[in-house]
């Protein structure tokens, strides 16, 4: 019988190397992406005239259209042509906003962090929303996790783990109002009414489509750039850029709008869920435990060692309704090989920042492993349950 | 980690030095990850041409929160993944039982290696992505747990239980036991 340590070291000695055809290949091409990758874009329009203006030749030529332009225009100017945009024109359609489907990215739509669909009453409350999470993930990956929220429901589903879990939440995540392009708007007239920004409107000139706006924020070197659709002054893009002096790099965030005010179909609200999912479902039924007068640290703490316990002597419906109202096939199927023999001992329990209470348990248990006992080591996470106030649960993945 | 720092900046202003460095720092590291993964010499090195490209590609507006060894062999791992839901796809849509992973390794790349290495290859091609990816990037990769945990937003336990039921396999597989 080989030994699983002659394995590892069998895949440590795995090696490849590069054929010159293959470097060259590689360098080519990577040199040419280099290359187009330094060529502006339209987002990057205040370096094209640091560009161009490089060249002697082109400052001439640009000098010379500018005394043409200058000469033959001053005629027809009226020095107080008021501009024909205005900020406030932006702030007041973007009350009429009633669905909106969005992509945010870091730094660029390469890293696309979150896709949301959302549907808004006269209001601006949120009627229904989707958000799919990918946080640098490609297309093919699929997201991290889908979350529809309706009706103070909120279903949440992790594909890489298979779990459903609907929680009773009475308003959806916060960074859906934080990335509503209303609100970005509605923030920088606020500063710029209280002096704390200042904004610098560009409007189209030649083939050049959307309005420019360019946020500075006094006492800061952050900008945001937006865009704005001339005709229904919808803001179409917005930019951030900040200098993170700890990594002494900029940063940016960006939210592109895909779609504004188009009615979505049914099935964008629908999880459409595999067969297989397993779903954790905490608003049919009561799950978890009562805190009673314990603090969070110690219901934290019991609701683990309960769970382990009930876990360990096979009792499934116990232990699936401290796990969050999980079905007995989470525990003999899913995480089988997690279960525990004997409960050994939990270290100390460790708060997780949230938007509720939530705090991580060291646990150190034996399992049955090839015949074995082994010993693993290993953090559950206790976690307050949504719309059931004073209960708390137990939950093996970080995620939910 | 402060040099990698150094040289993604400069790529950031345009250095091609830099990312041929980068290039020349990581490129069999990444190519024994992908052909680990996929047992294709030749889609191994079309990823690592893939990422290459684009990572040169964005590199004005890169950003390098962990490690550049970590987020190269991440999108390796991406990649990996992406070309074995197309070979399934693929195989879907022609009827066909053609194993995952054919395993069409170049033939003088075998001729270098021992018997025992073919054999690892070919076993290492029997056992689902998910396990090979945990190992692959545990024990090629350099990653830890946490780090392969972090990066698949999965837990640690999880990546845990891949690793070491891919592990159990490829024992099964190369001490010839029978897999159910």
């Known amino acids: 019988m080989r030994p699983a340590e002659d394995i590892k070291k069998l895949i440590e000695t795995l090696s490849d190397k590069t054929s010159a055809q293959m470097d060259q290949r590689v360098r080519e091409n990577m040199l040419r992406a280099l290359a187009e990758s330094e060529k502006p874009s339209v987002l990057t329009r205040p370096k094209i005239g640091r560009t161009i203006m490089k060249s002697p030749i082109t400052k001439l030529a640009v000098a010379a259209a500018i005394i043409i332009a200058v000469t033959l225009s001053i005629n027809l100017w009226d020095k107080s042509t008021p501009s024909a945009y205005a900020f406030e024109q932006t702030v007041e359609a973007m009350k009429g906003k009633w669905s909106f489907h969005i992509q945010t990215f870091w730094g660029s739509p390469d890293w696309r962090k979150d896709e949301y669909w959302a549907e808004f009453d006269e209001n601006g409350k949120v009627l229904r929303s989707r958000q799919e999470e990918w946080n640098g993930r490609e297309e093919g990956d699929g997201p991290r996790q889908v979350t529809v929220w309706e009706d103070n429901t909120r279903d949440r589903y992790y594909p890489e783990t298979g779990i459903e879990l609907i929680t009773r939440i009475g308003n959806t995540e916060p960074e859906l109002v934080e990335f509503d392009p209303e609100t970005t708007v509605q923030k920088v007239y606020e500063q710029v009414e209280n002096g704390q920004a200042n904004i610098d409107i560009q409007e189209p000139v030649m083939d050049d489509r959307l309005i420019t706006i360019t946020v500075t924020y006094a006492g800061s070197n952050a900008k945001s750039v937006l865009l704005v659709d001339p005709e229904t002054k919808f803001v179409t893009r917005s930019d951030s850029y900040w200098w993170d002096s700890e990594a002494e790099h900029e940063c940016s965030f960006g939210i592109e709008v895909l779609e504004y005010n188009q009615p979505f179909d049914a099935s964008v609200f629908d999880l459409n869920l595999p067969e297989d999912t397993i779903t954790i479902d905490q608003v049919s039924q009561e799950v978890g435990m009562a805190q009673g007068d314990m603090s969070d640290e110690e219901v934290a703490s019991q609701i683990v060692r309960e769970a382990l316990e009930a876990w360990a002597a096979g009792d499934y419906a116990r232990a699936g309704k401290l796990f969050g109202g999980a079905p007995p096939e989470l525990l003999t199927k899913r995480y089988s090989h997690l279960r525990p023999l004997k409960q050994i001992s939990l270290g100390q329990t460790q708060a997780v920042e949230y938007r509720k209470p939530w705090f991580e348990v060291p646990c150190t248990y034996d399992i049955e492993y090839d015949s074995q006992i082994e010993r693993i080591e290993w953090k559950m996470n206790a976690l307050a349950v949504d719309g059931q106030p004073e209960r708390w649960y137990v939950s093996i993945e970080k995620t939910p | ?180």
């Open chain 2, 1 to 180: 980690m402060l040099e990698d720092k150094l040289l993604v900046l400069k790529c950031r202003r345009g250095s091609k030095d830099a990312m041929c460095r980068i290039y020349l720092k990581y490129k069999d590291y990444m190519l024994t990850l992908a052909k680990g993964l996929l047992g294709d010499q030749a889609e191994a090195e079309d990823i690592v041409h893939d990422v290459f490209v684009a990572f040169a590609r964005s590199s004005g507006k890169f950003q390098l929160t962990g490690s550049l060894k970590g987020y190269l062999a991440t999108c390796v791992s991406n990649r990996a993944r992406d070309r074995i839901r197309a070979r399934t796809r693929q195989a879907d849509a022609l009827g066909s039982t053609i194993p995952l992973l054919a395993g069409s390794h170049d033939p003088e790349q075998h001729a270098a290696e021992t018997e025992e290495l073919t054999r690892l290859r070919q076993a290492m091609s029997q056992i689902p992505h998910e396990q090979r990816e945990a190992i692959m990037l545990h024990l090629k990769g350099g990653m830890k747990f946490r780090e392969i945990a972090k990066l698949q937003d999965v837990s640690i336990s999880t990546i845990h239980g891949r690793y070491r039921y891919g592990l159990d396999k490829l024992r099964s597989l190369l001490n010839g036991e029978v897999e159910k």
